[in-house]
């Protein structure tokens, strides 16, 4: 069980609030997700509940926690001290071999756990895979886990799902997997933003992922219509009271003073009509207010771009794709065209991201088209001691800086958020700054490694909404069911042996 009382959090850089007095508790059984726009306070709040000294440096904290039991904490990303640790010295002094069975559903072996290969040199997806199997395997009672579903394959996204959905530990999660969410979530959490980042909302649901969602938009619906009617009543109230003060008040001004007792009694009238105009103002004030949310917002692409289904974009042909001396996947044949949306999928560690980025090299200095990159690392591409303006704003010129500022704000980036360091904003942030750049630039070609992978389930749909509308090509890396199903037109499964395209409900064929 965990128990946190009268939490409150504030960012020391600008002493926003980002947790206002939340009260909550994990009891056994609970599978509670984290849910909330980019940069809302998510993983500082799972950070806070597991070790409040992992948030003292940028936050003031108020607040306690009762934890009973043993708490399992998975970071969003490796800390930088275990980077550099042995698997083998990571997996020292377990009794993994007592649990073969979780090994083997996560896909590791034995040997893999005794490598002297460092953490760091892993895919992404193998790093998740390898720290959520040293928790596990630690038999924890309560478990905290910041974006589990980060990088991981297909078979690695059904078997934890299966495992929470399962388990009885109490456990509180960070996904973007809205797939995942709706077939385990039984507990909601939905931090809140609101009226340009000035007010924090924490809402605590006891149901299952759609079902808050239909229950928020019915109450949302009703709550602004009956508020609505309140405001148009009172309008209507309002013009009549005005239409009668006026009258009286002309009557007064223009009564004679040889009849000082109609006189007295216009003076009661318009005492009495003042007395109902103050009634209605004090009515207004228990109107029900118009309800508030935080909506998800990414900038559209120009629909303007447009690449002809007759132009190729690439054409690829690749005996080996090898990292070092180690050959990764064999016969790799693609051709991809314009307009296409192409989806890769594969097992962890199979080569997806090495392939997007030797196709990244083979078309960044063309002049033909405009192409546009993502990687997982977003380090490979943002110097994140640059602001997010001087980023945007190559030039640094008045107008270029002017628009990137009128595009951050339309994302609901704070002016602190625009001119800090790019270091400071959360991965969704950094996501958006780089999706920002893409539609500045005008990208008609898109490779896009785990394009969502960083954005909240809210923002998901409007993210594969935007990017099955762009009218250029996309070739994307994937392990997002939704995703997939929603942008791709075209999906191919890495293997050693080459692509293979995959069709819902039929086999895979072979690519090219």
């Known amino acids: 069980m965990l128990e946190g009382k009268n939490i409150n959090l504030y960012l020391k850089k600008d002493g926003r609030k980002i947790v206002d007095n939340f009260s909550f508790t994990l009891q056994r059984g609970d599978r509670a997700v984290l849910i909330g726009e980019e940069g809302n306070g998510k993983s500082t709040l799972l950070k806070f509940l597991y070790d409040r000294r992992l948030v003292e440096s940028y936050c003031e904290c108020e607040g306690s926690v009762l934890a009973r039991g043993r708490l399992a904490y998975l970071p969003q990303s490796l800390p930088e001290r275990q980077g550099e640790q042995t698997l083998a010295a990571f997996f020292a002094g ?3 071999y007592r649990n073969p ?3 083997q559903t996560l896909g590791l072996s034995p040997e893999f756990l005794q490598s002297p290969q460092t953490l760091r040199s892993l895919s992404g997806g193998e790093k998740v895979k390898a720290q959520l199997a040293r928790l596990l395997l630690d038999e924890p009672d309560v478990l905290l886990l910041d974006e589990p579903t980060n990088d991981l394959d297909i078979g690695a996204l059904r078997w934890l799902e299966t495992f929470l959905a399962q388990s009885r530990l109490p456990v509180l999660f960070i996904s973007h997997d809205e797939t995942l969410i709706e077939r385990t979530a039984n507990v909601i959490l939905h931090l809140e933003q609101l009226v340009r980042k000035t007010q924090c909302r924490i809402s605590v649901a006891r149901c299952p992922y759609q079902a808050y969602l239909a229950h ?13 009617k309140q405001r148009s009543d009172y309008d209507r109230q309002m013009e009549k009271w005005r239409q009668i003060h006026d009258r009286v008040e002309h009557e007064q001004r223009a009564i004679s003073r040889q009849d000082p007792g109609g006189g007295r009694l216009l003076k009661k009238k318009m005492h009495a009509v003042q007395s109902m105009g103050k009634r209605f103002e004090r009515e207004k004030e228990n109107f029900l207010a118009l309800p508030q949310e935080e909506e998800a917002i990414l900038t559209r692409f120009d629909e303007g771009i447009r690449l002809p289904a007759s132009k190729t974009v690439l054409d690829v042909s690749l005996d080996c794709l090898a990292v070092g001396n180690r050959c990764l996947a064999r016969h790799i044949r693609l051709l991809v065209a314009g307009g296409e949306h192409v989806g890769i999928t594969g097992r962890n560690g199979v080569g997806k991201s090495t392939l997007l980025a030797h196709l990244w090299r083979l078309v960044r200095d063309r002049t033909d088209i405009v192409p546009a990159y993502m990687p997982q690392n977003y380090e490979e591409v943002l110097d994140f001691s640059q602001t997010p303006v001087r980023h945007l704003a190559e030039n640094y010129a008045k107008d270029e800086v002017t628009r990137a500022r009128t595009y951050m704000g339309s994302m609901r980036f704070t002016h602190e958020e625009m001119t800090g360091p790019i270091a400071d904003l959360s991965g969704g942030q950094k996501a958006k700054i780089l999706f920002l750049d893409m539609v500045l630039r005008g990208a008609n070609v898109l490779l896009l490694d785990e394009p969502t992978r960083n954005f909240s389930p809210l923002s998901g749909p409007v993210v594969r909404a935007a990017l099955a509308r762009f009218g250029g090509t996309i070739l994307s890396i994937s392990h997002d069911r939704k995703y997939l199903a929603e942008v791709c037109h075209t999906v191919y499964e ?11 409900g039929h086999g895979p064929d072979e690519a090219g």
């Open 494 to 504: 890495l293997t050693e042996h080459g692509l293979r395209r995959t069709d819902a």
């Open 216 to 228: 928020r938009r019915t109450t949302f619906d009703h709550q602004e219509q009956v508020a609505r």
């Open 101 to 103: 069975g979780l090994l």
């Open 94 to 96: 377990t009794e993994y």
